[in-house]
């Protein structure tokens, strides 16, 4: 069974997760495929602005969304 997702990759740690907020250009990627355990992103605050951040480095400065299978 194929299960899809939206995924982005966070380039500091190298952390998979599931993106929360995938770019509009992004596509469904295989996770049945994907042989590194996938995490959730965390939602912070920062003053008045809620945004979702990679659950290792507290940030989304080094998120990139993943459009095919490279990881």
Do not use: G
């Amino acid at each position: 069974m194929v299960d899809k997702q939206y995924l982005c990759k966070c380039n500091m740690c190298d952390a998979i997760m599931f993106d929360e907020n995938p770019n509009v250009n992004s596509i469904p990627i295989d996770v049945t495929t994907i042989e590194k355990p996938i995490n959730h992103m965390v939602q912070l605050r920062d003053d008045s602005e809620f945004y979702w951040a990679c659950p290792n480095c507290l940030t989304d400065s080094y998120l990139m969304d993943i459009i095919n299978n490279d990881f």
